[in-house]
């Protein structure tokens, strides 16, 4: 995690070929939920901690399937040739700075925090989705993950106005 959070390519990569690394990938993708449960704990209460949680959980798994489906069928690159394994393992070490969002229970700090670790993890992402895809170029990765982002914050958007926003 400490690599990854480093921004190391080297881990990425060696992530990607290691399919023993995916229950680490997934425990990292839980940790970082609930540290961002615990984050929204000071907006959102309970009911904060539990849907700050969920929806970093589900949020990352749809961005990952997204960076997975754009990545390798809208816009590879000729050497790009990459199973939702791979993308899985990397995207899953690239949510490790979101650990810092637990830190957003601070008062008067906490948005801080959640932005802090939710850019953080762009750039990891971007950097895991490049290895992932043997991409050449950083900025097509960076449009893949832009684009799985905006789609994923739109379907948590309608999950959420369907659940409703979490009660204090």
Known sequence: MMRAARLEPALYEEVEHDEAALGQAMTVVVLASVASGIGS?????????????????????????LAYFIGVRVVP????????????????????PGIIRALGIIPGLGPLFMLAGSVWML???????????????TGRALGVCILGWLVQ?????????????PQT
């Open 41 to 65: 704990l000071q907006a959102g209460g309970f009911g904060g901690l539990v849907l700050g949680t969920l929806g970093a959980l589900v949020g990352w798994f749809v961005w990952a399937f």
């Open 77 to 96: 690159e000729p050497e790009t040739k990459a199973d939702i394994g791979q993308l899985l393992r990397t995207t899953g070490f690239s949510a490790s």
């Open 123 to 137: 750039v990891a992402m971007v950097i895991a989705v490049r290895q992932a895809l043997d991409y050449r170029s």
């Open 153 to 165: 914050v739109a379907i948590l958007l309608v999950l959420v106005s369907l659940v409703g926003a």
